[in-house]
């Protein structure tokens, strides 16, 4: 399994590298920091449904309505709704990208859907909203995603479903309210079926989460409204794994994953502080990630 994880978060990075050079630009830092932990996600921690062959989205339906009964969402590329299944919420819709190069290596999306990000009339949008493969619920603007998660959890655990809700976060969500909002809804209600993996990279759009507004330690924040929290290396696929087995009964479990925004890229760390996004300034730099791309090539076979 460990190999497995590996090769779906190489194979993760590489494609992102591969789409940022074919259109000048990518969410290339989010690629780095998080494929280790969303492999684990989808290909051990969650339990999902299987599908059987990958899926090419739709074009974009319109939203839900009285004339609009077909409506999906991107739920259906994670298996769907099924009441012992789990679900998957994204709440940094930036990661988007990420999150289809996922669904494409672990054979849930047709690799060829790609040819249709962020296009007039696609469902596999820049910024994913609810229609978006994989997606859940729209989670923009930043901060959304865990109060929409919490409510869903509450149903189910109303409704006695088996399954958890993940949610799957950055840290600079921990910088707004409603954040913590939602954190104190979920103790007070007791959601152990809300388990939050955060993307601790310690960048944001403006720079350092550190300078931009320091929240400091997360894990005892977050214990002092009543949840149980563990801080991990997000690129130790061990570690990861093994959070699985954290015990929360009556309580929902948030596990920090500690990342690099240049994890097997060390050509990008020379961006640093800006993280947040890959556009290439001249025919030079390109060539650096040309280069970089082959060498993973190589190195990954």
């Given at each position: ?34 494929a280790d932990t969303l492999a684990c996600l989808y290909l051990d921690i969650m339990n999902l449904k299987t599908i059987e062959r990958p ?116 840290d600079g969500e921990f910088q707004i309210g409603m954040t913590y909002e939602a954190i104190q809804t979920m103790c007070h209600y007791q959601?152990?079926?809300v388990i939050v993996y955060v993307d601790v990279n310690g960048h944001q759009c403006d720079g350092t989460t550190t300078e931009v507004m ?88």
């Amino acid at each position: 399994m460990h190999s497995e994880i590996l090769k779906v978060s190489r194979g993760i990075k590489k494609r992102v590298l591969e789409h940022t050079l074919k259109h000048n630009g990518g969410y290339m830092g989010q690629a780095c920091s998080s494929a280790d932990t969303l492999a684990c996600l989808y290909l051990d921690i969650m339990n999902l449904k299987t599908i059987e062959r990958p899926l090419l989205p739709p074009s974009f339906r319109g939203v839900p309505s009285s004339k609009n009964t077909q409506y999906k969402n991107g739920a259906e590329f994670n298996g769907g709704h099924e009441k012992n299944y789990d679900r998957f919420y994204l709440s940094p819709a930036q990661y988007a990208l990420v999150l289809y190069a996922l669904l494409i290596e672990t054979k849930r999306m047709d690799e060829m859907a790609l040819n249709d990000f962020n296009k007039d009339g696609s469902s596999v949008e820049m910024i994913g909203a609810e229609h978006s493969p994989g997606m859940e619920v729209t989670t923009g603007s930043l901060g959304q995603g865990l109060s929409q998660a919490i409510g869903s959890a509450f149903a189910r655990k109303r409704n006695n479903d088996l399954g958890n809700n993940f949610v799957f976060m950055s840290d600079g969500e921990f910088q707004i309210g409603m954040t913590y909002e939602a954190i104190q809804t979920m103790c007070h209600y007791q959601l152990d079926n809300v388990i939050v993996y955060v993307d601790v990279n310690g960048h944001q759009c403006d720079g350092t989460t550190t300078e931009v507004m320091n929240v400091k330690n997360l894990v005892s924040k977050v214990e002092s409204f009543g949840a149980k929290a563990v801080a991990v290396n997000g690129h130790d696929i061990e570690a990861i794994l093994n959070t699985k087995k954290i015990e929360h009964k009556n309580q929902p479990l948030f596990v920090f994953c500690e990342t690099l925004p240049y994890k097997d890229l060390p050509e990008f760390e020379k961006n640093r502080p800006k993280f947040h996004y890959l556009r290439f300034t001249s025919p030079e730099e390109k060539n650096i990630y040309i280069n970089a791309l082959e060498r993973m090539s190589k190195e990954w076979k």
